[in-house]
């Protein structure tokens, strides 16, 4: 029943900065979007919350952790968790939607993600993402065996 992005969110088109850890831990105490357990819901806040429970977990930022256990053991090389990246590394930005005059305008995407990391902080090259797809097939994968075994029978 967690709320997508909260009441506010700006965090995604770059009007407003993404949610620190405080803001994060305020929207997720609002009561729910719906009736829990009702129906599946996209929520970039539920994505958060997992960043902030892996830290809780391991004692270490969610961008340390998720650097060296996923995106180091990959060999994604050109992988980001988080931003900024260094001045004039050149990256892929979204777009709005349609403005008037049937404009859409360039999303900067070059600030940090704070406590919304592990909900929308990953910065990657095209080759870095096609070596991310290939290693989530079943003969190379970054989670071992019995990990994806107790997934897909759940």
């Known amino acids: 029943g967690l709320t997508r ?7 995604f088109t770059d009007t407003r900065p993404y949610l620190n850890e405080r803001e994060l831990l305020e929207q997720l105490a609002l009561p729910p979007a719906i009736e829990p357990n009702t129906r599946q819901k996209y929520s970039n806040h539920g994505f958060a919350l997992i960043g902030q ?3 809780a ?3 270490e930022p969610y961008p340390v952790w998720i ?3 996923i995106i180091d053991a990959v060999g994604l090389k050109e992988t980001e968790p988080n931003m900024p990246l260094a001045k004039g590394t050149p990256f ?3 777009h709005t939607r349609r403005q008037p005059l049937d404009r859409r305008l360039v999303i900067p ?3 940090a993600a704070h406590a919304m ?3 929308a902080g ?3 090259t095209a080759p870095c993402r096609r070596r991310w797809r290939q290693s989530l097939r079943p003969t190379r994968r970054a989670s071992s065996p019995s990990s994806r075994r107790t997934r897909n029978e759940a």
Do not use: L, P
């Open 5 to 11: 992005d909260g009441a506010d969110s700006g965090q």
């Open 53 to 55: 429970v892996i830290e």
């Open 117 to 119: 990391a592990s909900a």
């Open 67 to 69: 650097k060296r256990e």
């Open 92 to 94: 892929a930005r979204g």
């Open 122 to 124: 990953f910065v990657a």
């Open 109 to 111: 995407g070059d600030n």
């Open 57 to 59: 977990i391991t004692g």
